[in-house]
């Protein structure tokens, strides 16, 4: 019973029948205003109420909740913030839309992006075994002819983990 509960995660949702919408903090003005990109594609500059301003900080890149004003579409005022785990957690749903989406994880994209970077390691690994015979074959070609080819072969050697250091500071940006 107690992984159920933490596998849902109650969260505010806007309310569209008065006009509420995601959007991401872009830029801190000061003065409690904030310009934000809302997910109708507008940018507008929304004002942190007080109420909020003292109890909920806001940041830039923060996915929050505004409502736009009706008498003047430039700007709003912001509602919600969301934490870092509910802002996560509507990604992966599926509900936030493309543009305020910053976690990029939408439920199509998501399971695609996976196989592909799971398959790609695969069909490296099945790569590298023919390389290797090949690389057997050449050191003994390289023994049999001169010894600088074998030094040629220690270089590509090198330059094989100079391309797994290149991975390595890949998997290094994308998870920290």
Not at 124 to 150: C, I, M, N, R
Request: glycine residues 10%.
């Amino acid at each position: 019973m107690g992984g159920e509960a933490a596998e849902k995660i109650r969260v505010k949702m806007p309310n569209t029948k008065v006009n509420e919408m995601f959007a991401i903090a872009d830029q801190i003005l000061g003065g409690r205003r904030v310009n934000v990109v809302c997910a109708d594609g507008k940018t507008r500059m929304a004002r942190i109420p007080g109420k909020m301003r003292r109890r909920q900080y806001v940041r830039e890149g923060d996915l929050i909740i505004v409502w736009p004003w009706d008498f003047q579409d430039a700007k709003a005022d912001v509602k919600h913030r969301y934490n870092k785990t509910q802002a996560l957690y509507l990604s992966r749903k599926g509900i936030l839309p493309e543009i305020v989406d910053i976690f990029g994880m939408g439920a199509s994209d998501e399971g695609s992006e996976d196989d592909d970077l799971f398959a790609s390691p695969d069909e490296e690994e099945s790569g590298q075994e023919p390389d290797d015979t090949a690389d057997e074959a050449s050191t003994e070609v390289g023994g049999e002819t001169t010894s600088g080819d074998g030094n040629e072969d220690e270089g590509v050697g090198n330059d094989d983990e100079a391309a797994d250091d290149d991975d390595d500071d890949d998997l290094d940006e994308l998870f920290g």
